[in-house]
């Protein structure tokens, strides 16, 4: 069973600060992604990771995979309230016509 | 832009009631998703279906039964409603990577 553990589940960082989200997986697979869900709304596309190795940006989050370390992170820097959401990862293996595994999400809040 | 849309909101159901939940994508994807979502457990594979007429079990079938009668509709079907279905449910639809979600509908089962 392909488990997706994303920590920490509860963060709040102040405005201008850097963290970072963790997200471990214990299969394998060379596909993860990141959504953003804003309170009573869908998901949001982020990033889609699809090779070890890969980094991608957007504004203040960059987001990286290790597939050998079955490890994504979603890196914020320079934080502002607009980037208080829940941010999700998920992973598919490729067997389930593209099914995602998700956690169960990490929600933030960016304080002044 | 891919649009995926879902037919209600919000719903409100009596136990026992026999709910229909409709999901259509306007981007001719092979593969649509049914996932619920409750807090502390992110979201959870219901069902989902790689092609017109064909269904495949997610996680947490039980309940639950879908149709795909054409390529751009999957519809969630609760056989008999009750209050552990209560939820925000969340369709979705790839061609192969990156799926696409719908707005989502928020279902009470009283």
């Known amino acids: 069973e392909l488990k997706v553990e994303q920590n920490p589940l509860f963060l709040s960082m102040q405005e201008g600060k850097n963290y970072t989200i963790y997200c471990n997986y214990s299969t394998t697979s060379d596909r993860l992604y990141w959504y953003r869900q804003d309170p009573g709304k869908s998901l949001e596309s982020l990033f889609v990771l699809l090779s070890n190795g890969a980094v991608k940006q957007e504004g203040r989050l960059m987001a990286s995979l290790d597939t050998k370390a079955r490890l994504s992170t979603l890196h914020i820097t320079a934080a502002v309230h607009d980037l208080s959401a829940t941010y999700f990862c998920?992973?598919?293996?490729?067997?389930?016509?593209?099914?995602?595994?998700f956690g169960k999400g990490t929600s933030l809040l960016v304080t002044p | 832009d891919v649009k995926v849309t879902q037919s209600s909101r919000y719903l409100v159901k009596r136990t026992g009631e026999k709910v229909f939940l409709e999901c259509v994508q306007d981007?001719?994807?092979?593969?649509m998703f049914w996932y619920r979502q409750d807090p502390g457990l992110g979201l959870r594979l219901i069902y989902f279906s790689y092609d017109v007429k064909m269904k495949e079990k997610g996680d947490i079938p039980e309940g639950y039964s879908v149709s795909r009668e054409k390529k751009e509709r999957f519809s969630l079907i609760l056989e008999s409603a009750s209050t552990n279905q209560t939820s925000m449910y969340l369709c979705?639809?790839?061609?192969?990577?990156?799926?696409?979600f719908g707005p989502g509908t928020r279902l009470t089962v009283t």
């Open positions: 998920a992973v598919d293996i490729g067997n389930s016509g593209y099914a995602l595994n």
């Open positions: 981007m001719d994807h092979e593969n």
């Open positions: 979705a639809s790839s061609s192969r990577f990156e799926q696409y």
